[in-house]
């Protein structure tokens, strides 16, 4: 990133853009086109309000924490009506109220893919589905922000209209890009919208991509990191793209399984019913602040993890596995996590040890399931 001093309106910046924006085709699964712009994945989410939606249009909100809660105040600063099916932190709606506030005129449904503020992940092959048999005309947009790599999708096949990325998650650079895939429904769509778009004109994008450019100045330096770090991603498969994303994930759900095992085996319960694989959400014993392992895990440990967010804030806390992490660093918080709760969580029947062998028992089981040859090996 530091030697990306490429002019943005040179032959060499244009072939590097075209070839970050295939990339990025192969990273999401997707065939349809891909924008990249220069701000935060919740850019690219109020982009797919204004793009797509009218004042006074109807949309669908499907909300579980704080990012659920994010598409309600974009989509009511846009003048949409919005209808929400919602539940509790750490759970997920049922298909049955999605189907139930589904209407004719619904315009867009808006959801995550995986809701970070609790660790839960949500259906979305199930609410792409029920739109298709629903026969609705509504777009379905999805923050994938931290579900792309973290997670299996099939985004062309379900029938996801719009899926967000940002550069700051599995993909391991800084933050400052986000992008999303736009499907030929979609961009249907935006010829009739009435919202107001400047900077987040995607169809203006769009135009402008197919040329290798972009509308406005380019993050240059982080569009070259992105591409370096995919490049590190298809490395993982032998420069397969595709397979090195289908690693990323497997290597995600098996860290996220070993910690939800490793956490329970202390006596520790997960805040969330539907766990995700990009971060997993731990409540601490009762009577206890989550702020305590934060900041204790930091102190002796030097290892980062996060509290809760808002008024979830020492009331759980939560463990990371989007890019790159591996089996060493899971083992190694999970060793972390046993010393603290050794010392400043009170756990009744508390040995060391019973977190690892947790952890090392569920890696076992599942790598043996993805990797036969390497059991037969055993």
Known sequence: MAAADLHHRTPEFRAQYVRVLEQLRTFIGTKNDVILMACSGSGIMEASVANITSPGDRVLVLSAGKFGERWTGIAKAYNCDVDLVSAPYGQTFSLDAVKAALKVETRAVYMQANESSTGTRHDVEGVAKLLKDAKSDA???????????????????WGVDIMIGGSQKAVMIPPGLAYCSVSEKAWA??????????????????KNAAKGESSYTPATSLIAGLST???????????????????LVDNAETLAAMTRAAVEALGLKLFSTSPGAAVTAVLPPAGIDSGVVVKELKSRFGAIITNGQGEM??????????????????????GALEQVAATSLKLPDFHFGKALVAAQET???????????LAAAR
């Open 229 to 247: 770090a995919l490049d590190y991603i298809a490395s993982q498969a032998d420069g397969d793209l595709a397979a090195g994303r289908k690693k």
């Open 139 to 157: 777009v379905l947009v999805v923050d994938a922000i931290t579900g792309l790599g973290t997670t299996h999708f099939d985004a062309d096949a």
């Open 363 to 373: 890696f076992v089981e599942l790598t043996r399931i993805a990797q036969p040859e």
């Open 313 to 334: 804030k020492g009331q759980l806390f939560r463990i990371a596995h989007i890019g790159y992490f591996d089996y060493l660093d899971t083992i190694a918080i999970l």
């Open 189 to 206: 769509l935006m010829g009739n919208a009435l919202n107001p778009r400047y900077y987040f004109d995607l169809a203006k994008e769009r």
